[in-house]
T-cell receptor
C-alpha cells in the first residue's frame, strides 16, 4: 500500500545532541513537508520541499535542517540549537505542487528530552 | 498573512446528534480548503477538499461547505457516533504555498 512512513515513532534526545527523523513516501509525490505540533496548537511549518535538491524554510525553521536528495525521502534533523524540541513531528506529502490535491500525512514521531 | 480560526476549541455531544464545526480564514484568495481528522497520537487523515469554485463537498455523513467571500467553512457531521471522536482541523491553500492550519476542534461523542 502506498503511504508515508515516519520513523522512529518515539525518540529521545540528550542535551547537545543532534537527532534525525526519517520520512519516506512511496506515493511518487513531488512536494514534502515537515510540521511541528505542540499541545493545543495547530500545525506549524518547519521546512518544505517541492522538488528534489531544493527546499524552503517555513515559519519555525531555526534549529532544524533538512535534505532532499531523493524524491521519496525528506529527513529532518533537530539540532542542538533547537532549545525546545519536545513536540510531535509530522511529515506530509502531496502530488505535484499541491494545488487542489489533498495532503497525505505520516503517523508522526514524538520527540522528548532526556 | 493568512490566519485560520476554528471555533469551538472543544465540543462534546451525545451520540446521534447532528453537529457543525466552524472554520474561518482572513484572506479569501484561496485555491481550496481542506478538512482533516486527527486521532490521538496519529497523523492527519484528509476528509474533504473543497475547491474555491465549489460550494460544498460530501462524503458519507460528512458535508463541508465553503463561503469564500465571507471567509468561512463549516463541517457538518450527521448522526454522530462515538467513532467520530477526534480532533478536526481545517486548512487553506493559497496556491503554490504550504497549507495554513487552524488549531482544530476536539470532538467527543458520548455513547
Amino acid at each position: 500500500d502506498g503511504g508515508i512512513t515516519q520513523s522512529p515513532k518515539y525518540l529521545f534526545r540528550k542535551e547537545g545532541q543532534n537527532v534525525t527523523l526519517s520520512c519516506e513516501q512511496n506515493l511518487n509525490h513531488d512536494a514534502m513537508y515537515w510540521y511541528r505540533q505542540d499541545p493545543g496548537q495547530g500545525l506549524r511549518l518547519i521546512y518544505y520541499s517541492q522538488i528534489v535538491n531544493d527546499f524552503q524554510k517555513g515559519d519555525i525553521a531555526e534549529g532544524y535542517s533538512v535534505s532532499r536528495e531523493k524524491k521519496e525521502s525528506f529527513p529532518l534533523t533537530v539540532t542542538s540549537a533547537q532549545k525546545n524540541p519536545t513536540a510531535f513531528y509530522l511529515c506530509a506529502s502531496v502530488r505535484g505542487q499541491g494545488i487542489n490535491q489533498p495532503q497525505h500525512f505520516g503517523d508522526g514521531t514524538r520527540l522528548s528530552i532526556l | 498573512k493568512q490566519e485560520v480560526t476554528q471555533i469551538p476549541a472543544a465540543l462534546s455531544v451525545p451520540e446521534g446528534e447532528n453537529l457543525v464545526l466552524n472554520c474561518s480564514f482572513t484572506d479569501s484568495a484561496i485555491y481550496n480548503l481542506q478538512w482533516f481528522r486527527q486521532d490521538p497520537g496519529k497523523g492527519l487523515t484528509s476528509l474533504l477538499l473543497i475547491q474555491s469554485s465549489q460550494r460544498e463537498q460530501t462524503s458519507g455523513r460528512l458535508n463541508a461547505s465553503l463561503d469564500k467571500s465571507s471567509g468561512r467553512s463549516t463541517l457538518y457531521i450527521a448522526a454522530s457516533q462515538p467513532g467520530d471522536s477526534a480532533t478536526y482541523l481545517c486548512a487553506v491553500n493559497a496556491g503554490n504555498t504550504p497549507l495554513v492550519f487552524g488549531k482544530g476542534t476536539r470532538l467527543s461523542v458520548i455513547a
